[in-house]
Nanobody
Framework: QVQLVESGGGLVQPGGSLRLSCAASGTIYSINTMGWYRQVPGKQRELVATITSGGRLNYADSVKGRFTISRDNAKNTVYLQMNSLKVEDTAVYYC?????????WGQGTQVTVSS
């Protein structure tokens, strides 16, 4: 059974940076496309960024040029470097496979961008 545990969220001022981490258990992690998602209360969860097993990257238009997704297969970890954060980036951030696996959703990590 795969478990995904997100960390690294917090409170940051607009223009600041955060680095999120997602630790995965289970050997299937390294052969799958991974993604970061985010959700604001009352809104649908949205896909922020994906990275394939071969390192191909894709981003939502709203975060292009500001966020960078990466992975370290040796550590079974995927990262999301977030720079130039905006108030509208405030959300709970989750990692999962892409397409997502229902039973793999974790607790997420809260990111709050506020002055």
């Amino acid at each position: 059974q795969v478990q995904l545990v997100e960390s690294g969220g917090g409170l940051v001022q607009p223009g600041g940076s955060l680095r999120l981490s997602c630790a995965a258990s289970g050997t299937i992690y390294s052969i799958n496309t991974m993604g970061w998602y985010r959700q604001v209360p009352g809104k649908q969860r949205e896909l922020v960024a994906t990275i394939t097993s071969g390192g191909r990257l894709n981003y939502a238009d709203s975060v292009k040029g500001r966020f960078t997704i990466s992975r370290d297969n040796a550590k079974n970890t995927v990262y999301l470097q977030m720079n130039s954060l905006k108030v509208e980036d405030t959300a709970v951030y989750y990692c999962n496979f892409h397409p997502p696996l229902l039973q793999a959703w974790g607790q997420g990590t809260q990111v709050t961008v506020s002055s």
